[in-house]
């Protein structure tokens, strides 16, 4: 972000919040006609999001790209790109008859041509292709059998696919903007949306204006036509207090991540609301990391669990602002079991007795066994919104209770490879994702997001048979048996519901939040 663009913030505004100032601002400038800056905490390593993995890039895309399906709500499909579809072959065949007359940004017609590269471009192992990978499941083939007819072939049934066709991280790209831009294509993704990237300048600004041709929104939200919007702009700021500045100053009508205490206070004024965007998934948690010792006791994982404070770890790190988590899936989230709330409450007693009970001995106030210290190192990102505070008060619970608790915080790269590694003994994290399936990506053998390195024959027996189970109710049984072992088990911390705390300028209207916490623009407006 350049810092120049902000205006000077009146101190007082701020005092009468019983809030400090939290920086000097520049001076304001009044928002264009139907222009919605965003205070957006962080810059996409990449915009293509079948490459990437991350959040925040489906969180742009999904007003850039269109998807084959759409749905609000779990299990529910209607039209996008795709008009009608079938399944055949006992779930391993999806027809798809395609919208004519629909055109990528760049003038490239949208046909079964185009949609078939761009899953043909997934399955190609030169593309890297994370994020698209683990959504197109077992995926073999997609072929156009005719201008607009797309047929996608499995070699096994998996339910998951529709929900998977309507998330940003399978949306429709331009071939012939992949095929131009070569490895700078992540930085300017060519779609069917609503609008289209006018310019960009990582770790700084992306500045999106409206598809003046756009006529094809799904039927579902019953508009159709160009955007209200004439310009998105997200401003790129990693630190909390300068998008608090630009969201006061009316520089930003909306503040993205915004601090859980100015969340909270600037929310119960008028001219500003609270739009709290719950993320599908597995919430806020902490991989235990089942194959290094210690971790690789389930005592020593069931002691962690019965040691940390939960309510106060959020009080620590969030102020208290969200929910508590106690299972692997999250309120909100298909698959989501209320039967856990509770499991492994705060009891150090508890701990202490199950440490002893497999052989531990505190000697001088520190648990050990066989002359060594029950030590944990827990490795986070560095400035990561909450990951530090979290890791940090973890291990204070940790030492409190006589373990040996480090943090290391590491650069965001180094982390991941840390943890594909299995270097750390914990490492708070989130994934997200809108179906149950999600436990096949965190637990699975061989998993790339398997951070805990869990490997239980029967849990894989489960999550291979949950992953084809094409009834519904039945899918969700075995999936509710899944997380029951991965509780005993205890190979997580569950911590906070995910969702992201988003503030809104009283004048912001019709944002649109799609199932699984991506706010679409198609209809908002600023007054």
Same mark, same amino acid.
């Given at each position: ?169 399978? $949306?429709?790209?331009?071939? @012939? ?8 294509? &992540?930085?300017? /993704?060519?779609? %069917? !949306? ?125 102020? $208290?602002?969200?929910?508590? @988590? ?8 298909? &698959?989501?079991? /209320?039967?856990? %709330? !509770? ?185």
């Amino acid at each position: 972000m350049r810092h120049n663009r902000w205006a000077t913030l009146l101190a007082s505004s701020l005092l009468m919040l019983g809030l400090a100032p939290l920086s000097a601002a520049a001076a304001s400038r009044a928002p264009g006609n139907q222009v919605l800056t965003i205070a957006f905490s962080q810059t996409p390593v990449t915009l293509d999001p079948a490459v990437s993995d991350a959040t925040l890039t489906f969180e742009i895309d999904v007003n850039i790209l269109d998807t084959l399906v759409w749905t609000t709500k779990p299990g529910v499909f209607t039209p996008d790109l795709a008009t009608k579809w079938t399944i055949t072959d006992g779930g391993k065949v999806y027809t798809f008859q395609l919208r004519h007359g629909v055109k990528f940004t760049d003038g490239t017609p949208f046909n079964a041509a185009a949609a078939a590269y761009n899953f043909n471009r997934i399955l190609n192992p030169a593309t890297k292709a994370v994020g698209g990978l683990s959504s197109v499941g077992p995926l073999t083939s997609a072929k156009a059998t005719g201008t607009y007819t797309l047929v996608l072939t499995l070699s096994k049934p998996f339910p998951a696919f529709l929900n998977y066709l309507s998330t940003p991280n399978l $949306g429709m790209q331009s071939p @012939t903007a992949i095929r131009k831009e070569g490895a700078q294509y &992540g930085n300017h /993704p060519v779609g %069917t !949306g609503p609008f289209m990237i006018q310019s960009y300048i990582p770790n700084s600004d992306l500045v999106l204006v409206r598809n003046p041709n756009y006529n094809w929104a799904p039927p579902a939200l019953h508009v159709n036509g160009p955007a209200k919007l004439s310009k998105i702009v997200y401003d790129f700021e990693a630190s909390g207090g300068t998008r608090v500045d630009a969201f006061l100053s009316g520089q930003a009508q909306e503040l993205d991540a915004a601090p859980p205490l100015y969340f909270k206070k600037l929310g119960a004024l008028p001219q500003y609301k609270q739009f709290p965007m719950p993320i599908a998934g597995a919430g806020e948690y902490a991989a235990i990391n089942n194959a290094k010792w210690p971790t690789n006791q389930l005592a020593v994982r069931q002691a962690i669990l019965y040691s940390v404070n939960r309510t106060g770890l959020i009080q620590l790190a969030d102020q $208290g602002q969200y929910p508590v @988590t106690w299972g692997p899936i999250q309120k909100g989230t298909p &698959g989501y079991d /209320p039967a856990f %709330t !509770g499991m492994y409450n705060y009891d150090p007693a508890k701990a202490s007795r199950i440490l002893e009970k497999a052989g531990w001995k505190k000697v001088h106030g520190i648990w050990t066994k066989g002359g060594k210290k029950l030590t944990i190192v827990i490795t986070t990102i560095a400035g990561y919104q909450d990951l530090p505070d979290l890791s940090t008060g973890i291990a204070g619970y940790l030492n409190k209770e006589g373990m040996v608790a480090t943090v290391e915080q590491v650069g965001a790269a180094a982390w991941t490879a840390d943890c594909v590694k299995g270097v750390e003994n914990m490492t708070p994290l989130w994934l997200t994702n809108t179906d149950p399936e999600l436990l096949q990506l965190l637990f699975s053998p061989g998993q790339f997001f398997n951070f805990s390195k869990f490997n239980d024959p029967t849990v894989t027996k489960l999550l291979n048979q949950a992953e084809t189970d094409t009834n519904p109710a039945g899918r969700l049984k075995v999936y509710d048996k899944i997380q029951t072992i991965l509780m005993d088990q205890a190979v997580m911390l569950p911590e906070r519901l995910n969702e992201d705390l988003i503030l809104l300028s009283s004048k912001v209207k019709g944002v649109i939040v799609g199932f699984g916490g991506n706010p679409f623009y198609y209809t908002t407006t600023v007054g």
